[in-house]
């Protein structure tokens, strides 16, 4: 139903929202399953609407992404599940070499479009349970944080998955430099006004994991370039 509204061509302001503010593609729109709740007298309404799939792909919950800047909060899930058990996007994952974590919704599904195998972190905090689900797919991570500015806080909420990550066996790294100023708020908006920089990071992230790994064959972070 929510998918269906998105595609009619009948809400054009979803559908500049999606394409024009956040750059995001139809293709990736169809393979996130996004749509688009016009009943304004619903808890999604006015909002695009994706589902959270465990890695089984089973849907455990619905959430949406307000249009407009006066509609609050900016994001909203459906209540009555623990969304701290579950990784946004990790129904899409494939064996790789490393994945890419991220905090919002919008910032996996724009680098899942770049090219890299990503996920989101459900909330602030990740659970020693949700991030051993990573290896299912792969048992090296980089955390990608989101600017400083606005959020000051944003690279120490970051920097407190690495230990939960390496508690459960998954190898995580941070970049030495996300940012090259404070002009990007977060992966998503880096990845459309400087996706050089994003892509170098990542890259460097990736090679040090490579180092750490040594005499290993199986990690190899060409698999992941763009």
């Given at each position: 139903e929510y998918a269906a509204a998105l595609?009619?061509?009948?809400?054009?302001?979803?559908?500049?929202?999606?394409?024009?503010?956040?750059?995001?593609t139809h293709s990736t729109a169809r393979r996130w399953e996004l749509g688009?709740?016009?009943?304004?007298?619903?808890?999604?309404?006015?909002?695009i609407t994706?589902?959270?799939?465990?890695?089984?792909?089973?849907?455990?919950?619905?959430g949406g992404r307000s249009v407009s800047p006066d509609l609050n909060p900016k994001v909203y899930y459906l209540p009555g599940w623990r969304k701290k058990r579950y990784l946004f996007g990790s129904h899409l994952l494939i064996r790789c070499p490393f994945v890419v974590i991220v905090e919002g919704q919008f910032d996996a599904m724009t680098l899942d479009q770049c090219g890299y195998p990503c996920v989101?972190?459900?909330?602030s905090?990740?659970?020693?349970l949700a991030a051993a689900t990573l290896l299912i797919w792969t048992d090296a991570a980089v955390v990608y944080p989101d600017n400083t500015v606005p959020d000051e806080k944003a690279f120490t909420k970051a920097l407190a998955w690495l230990p939960v990550l390496e508690s459960v066996g998954v190898q995580a790294?941070?970049?030495?430099?996300p940012y090259p100023d404070a002009?990007?708020?977060?992966?998503?908006?880096?990845?459309?006004?400087?996706?050089?920089?994003?892509?170098?990071?990542?890259?460097?992230?990736?090679k040090r994991l490579h180092s750490g790994r040594a005499g290993d064959d199986g990690l190899n972070i060409e698999e992941v370039s763009v």
């Amino acid at each position: 139903e929510y998918a269906a509204a998105l595609h009619s061509g009948e809400y054009p302001e979803a559908q500049r929202y999606l394409h024009e503010v956040r750059g995001i593609t139809h293709s990736t729109a169809r393979r996130w399953e996004l749509g688009y709740c016009a009943d304004e007298f619903t808890a999604l309404g006015g909002r695009i609407t994706f589902p959270t799939r465990d890695f089984s792909r089973r849907i455990v919950s619905m959430g949406g992404r307000s249009v407009s800047p006066d509609l609050n909060p900016k994001v909203y899930y459906l209540p009555g599940w623990r969304k701290k058990r579950y990784l946004f996007g990790s129904h899409l994952l494939i064996r790789c070499p490393f994945v890419v974590i991220v905090e919002g919704q919008f910032d996996a599904m724009t680098l899942d479009q770049c090219g890299y195998p990503c996920v989101a972190v459900m909330g602030s905090d990740l659970s020693p349970l949700a991030a051993a689900t990573l290896l299912i797919w792969t048992d090296a991570a980089v955390v990608y944080p989101d600017n400083t500015v606005p959020d000051e806080k944003a690279f120490t909420k970051a920097l407190a998955w690495l230990p939960v990550l390496e508690s459960v066996g998954v190898q995580a790294v941070f970049p030495n430099r996300p940012y090259p100023d404070a002009t990007c708020a977060d992966p998503d908006d880096l990845a459309q006004k400087n996706h050089g920089w994003l892509r170098d990071q990542i890259m460097e992230c990736g090679k040090r994991l490579h180092s750490g790994r040594a005499g290993d064959d199986g990690l190899n972070i060409e698999e992941v370039s763009v």
